[in-house]
């Protein structure tokens, strides 16, 4: 009876939690993933088209001790939907490498 109870007790937890980041990366759009690391065209390739993307800045990158590197960074917000709630992920790219990926909200 104990046992029976704590398996449920997990089953409504796994069920009712909302997705996290890790959830983003194995259950983003087209079943695929994405991790930090990742260039922009695999994202796009496993996860589709973002939602919604914005250029936040800029950033200077010293690649050696004599050139600077003067990279974009990007932010793609993806919607996933999970029980009828959508939530929001936003993936931050500097130049063209995934660096950030944060819960932003839901709705």
Same mark, same amino acid.
Do not use: H
């Given at each position: ?7 449920? /007790? ?5 069920? =009712? =939690?909302?997705?996290? %980041? ?5 259950? +983003?759009?087209?079943?695929? /993933?994405? /991790?930090?690391? $990742? ?6 390739? /496993? +996860? !589709?088209?973002? $939602?919604? =993307?914005? *250029?936040? !800045?800029?950033? $200077?990158?010293?690649? $050696? ?12 917000? %993806? @919607?996933?939907?999970?029980?009828? *709630?959508? %939530?929001? %992920? ?13 819960? @932003?909200?839901?709705?």
């Amino acid at each position: 009876m104990k046992r029976s109870i704590i398996f449920l /007790s997990l089953i409504v937890l796994v069920f =009712t =939690t909302p997705p996290t %980041y890790a959830d983003l990366l194995i259950n +983003c759009q087209n079943g695929g /993933s994405a /991790s930090l690391g $990742d260039l922009k065209q695999q994202v796009r390739l /496993s +996860c !589709g088209e973002p $939602d919604s =993307t914005e *250029v936040i !800045g800029y950033i $200077d990158k010293v690649q $050696d001790k004599y050139r600077i590197r003067v990279m974009k960074i990007e932010e793609w917000i %993806y @919607a996933v939907p999970f029980y009828g *709630v959508k %939530y929001f %992920y936003s993936l931050v790219f500097e130049g063209n490498k995934l660096v950030e990926i944060t819960n @932003a909200g839901k709705k």
